[in-house]
Nanobody, 123 residues
């Protein structure tokens, strides 16, 4: 059974950094498009970055230049390095996998979805 677990969230001041991890079990990451999503209080869940063989690595404008996704296939782990954090980045962050080559905009179109980790950015 494929399981995803995001971790690394916490409380950070504006301008600070965090690195989130997403550990995947029973899956070969090379076979999947990998996405990070987030949901801020009172808002819909949104995709912020995705990595796929067909689309490459994509970033939402809101995080471009500040967030970087990477992966360690040997550890079956995906990372999200978040720099220069802003209060508006406060959200629960989720990782998800989609079998194949395409990134999905909708979190619920992903095949495997992990539990989130909370990031709180204070001003």
């Amino acid at each position: 059974e494929v399981q995803l677990q995001a971790s690394g969230g916490g409380l950070v001041q504006a301008g600070g950094s965090l690195r989130l991890s997403c550990a995947a079990s029973d899956v070969t990451l090379d076979d999947y498009a990998i996405g990070w999503f987030r949901q801020a209080p009172g808002q819909e869940r949104e995709g912020i970055t995705c990595d796929s063989s067909s689309d490459g690595r994509l970033y939402a404008d809101s995080v471009k230049g500040r967030f970087t996704m990477s992966s360690d296939n040997a550890k079956n782990t995906v990372y999200l390095q978040m720099n220069n954090l802003r209060p508006e980045d406060t959200a629960v962050y989720y990782c998800a996998l989609k079998y194949g080559e395409l990134c999905m905009k909708n979190y619920f179109d992903m095949d495997f979805r992990g539990k989130g980790t909370l990031v709180t950015v204070s001003s």
